[in-house]
Nanobody
Framework: VQLQASGGGLVQAGGSLRLSCAAS????????IGWFRQAPGKEREGVSC????????YYAGSVKGRFTISRDNAKNTVYLQMNSLKAEDTAVYYC??????????????????WGKGTQVTVSS
């Protein structure tokens, strides 16, 4: 059972990146997926999540209107499209899975599986 986040990199402020969260060893069809980030010296922050049942989503206020989460169950992958990136978006981004059909959460303690992070660096 493994989650792997990828797609991070170095981008200028105002630019875009798309992160991917791929699962191996299990299907994401039964899991809500959350994206989290942690900047140096800061606590881990829940950024966005997407449910299984109806694809309902949640976004933290700091990213609402700029980030879009989506899932492709056929590819067993969840995406985080990040537009209009700001220097304060710089962090290691993690995806995590919570088993459950209804709703989603960005409460880190409720997640069942975590992937290794991917670094996003936004230069100003």
């Amino acid at each position: 059972v493994q989650l792997q986040a990828s797609g991070g990199g170095l981008v200028q402020a105002g630019g875009s990146l798309r992160l991917s969260c791929a699962a191996s060893g299990f299907t994401l069809n039964y899991y809500a997926i959350g994206w989290f980030r942690q900047a140096p010296g800061k606590e881990r922050e829940g950024v966005s999540c997407i449910s299984v049942s109806d694809g309902s989503t949640y976004y933290a206020g700091s990213v609402k209107g700029r980030f879009t989460i989506s899932r492709d169950n056929a590819k067993n992958t969840v995406y985080l499209q990040m537009n209009s990136l700001k220097a304060e978006d710089t962090a290691v981004y993690y995806c995590a899975a919570e088993i459950g059909y209804e709703g989603c959460t960005v409460v880190a303690g409720r997640m069942d599986y975590w992937g290794k992070g991917t670094q996003v660096t936004v230069s100003s």
